[in-house]
């Protein structure tokens, strides 16, 4: 199924799920946006490189969508519902987004924005789903404004490392807690 977003200053925004022939695009957005922001620490040899390029397997254990702009795929996100092999953070009852990357000529119009709006769509949808949570780095503040933006707000009891060995690692959590939204 797919919908369009809106129209954010010439820039027609569609969201709908990740096609298995767009794999390989999606995964080379994601990883280029990664290390382009200086987000993974060891660069190209970076083992979570290959994780963010296996889109196939994220559409294998949850919901990967896209923002497609003018019929071209210009980010992504991962829809990981609590359970699922995909999420990390997710307790019963919450939702996670992961890996949310936006081409770096299509930032600031809106694509990154209309794919969390579509995620937090899906939770409200989701029987059961009384929250959203995700996982970020601190530098990450680009992202972290758009979160506070659309409501988020941070967790820090939930702030986790997940590679122990290295202390300079901890991701921060934000939360929103859902309001139903009436039929």
Known sequence: MSYPCGTLGRMDIVIRPVRPGEYDVLGEITARAYLQDGL???GESDGYLEHLRDVAARA???????????GRVAGGV???PAGSRMAEIARPGEA?????????????RGAGEALVR?????????????????????????????????????????????IPELDDVTLLVYELPLRQRPD
Not at 96 to 108: D, K, P, Q, T
């Open 60 to 70: 294998a254990a949850a919901e990967v969508l896209v923002a497609e702009v003018d």
């Open 96 to 108: 996670e987004i992961r890996m949310l990357a936006v081409a770096h000529e299509a930032r600031g």
């Open 78 to 80: 991962t829809f990981a």
């Open 118 to 162: 579509a995620c937090l769509d899906r939770a409200r949808a989701s029987d059961g789903c009384v929250r959203v949570v995700l996982s970020t780095q601190r530098t990450m503040r680009t992202a972290h404004r758009l979160y506070a933006r659309l409501g988020f707000t941070r967790a820090p009891e939930r702030d986790w490392n997940p």
């Open 40 to 42: 993974l620490d060891f």
